[in-house]
């Protein structure tokens, strides 16, 4: 049979320009996703920073305002104006939601430095060395699909749980 020769014939004219081309949407698409992923893993993280925070700060200052270390009607009712300018005070809140989203953000970025590598090299070169970096990202994305959406081999598609 002829099969062997159009087979060959067939990886010849899609390792040229094809794979170039490919090789370049993944990189574009990886990039573009990690990105994107950071954002939204940063700006959750900043929100879940905040309440936190806000909460933890609420908590020390109504343990504050509730305990008086003297029977005083002064001390007490400046205590009360003491709690109530600290919960209107806001400039926190900036704070502790860029300090989590920096945190959420650069997470993501860490964590897939191997990704963002690869796309790099498939942007930033030419010839064989962006050709290798898209087949690999093409092979991470297959696995990312088979895996992380499709579930096969996680817990959840176990028969053992119901």
């Known amino acids: 049979m002829a099969i062997i020769p159009v087979i060959t014939s067939a990886v010849k004219k899609f390792s040229g320009k094809p794979l170039g081309i490919m090789s370049k949407a993944l990189g574009v698409a990886t990039v573009a996703s990690v990105v994107y992923d950071s954002h939204v893993n940063g700006r959750e993280k900043a929100i879940v920073t905040d ?3 806000s909460a933890d700060r609420f908590f020390k200052q109504y343990k504050n305002y509730m305990v008086s270390p003297k029977e005083s009607a002064t001390v007490c009712g400046l205590k009360k104006h003491w709690f109530d300018f600290q919960q209107s005070f806001s400039l926190f809140h900036p704070y ?8 959420g953000f650069g997470k993501t970025i860490v964590d897939e430095i ?5 796309g790099a090299v498939a942007l930033a070169t030419k010839g064989i060395p962006s050709k290798v970096a898209g087949v690999l990202l093409a092979v ?3 696995k990312t699909c088979v895996f992380d959406v499709f579930g096969v081999g996680s817990m959840a598609s176990s ?3 119901k």
């Open 159 to 161: 028969k053992n749980i």
């Open 96 to 103: 502790s939601k860029t300090k989590g989203y920096v945190g």
């Open 114 to 118: 191997p990704n963002i590598a690869l």
């Open 51 to 53: 309440n936190t925070e």
């Open 140 to 142: 991470n994305a297959v």
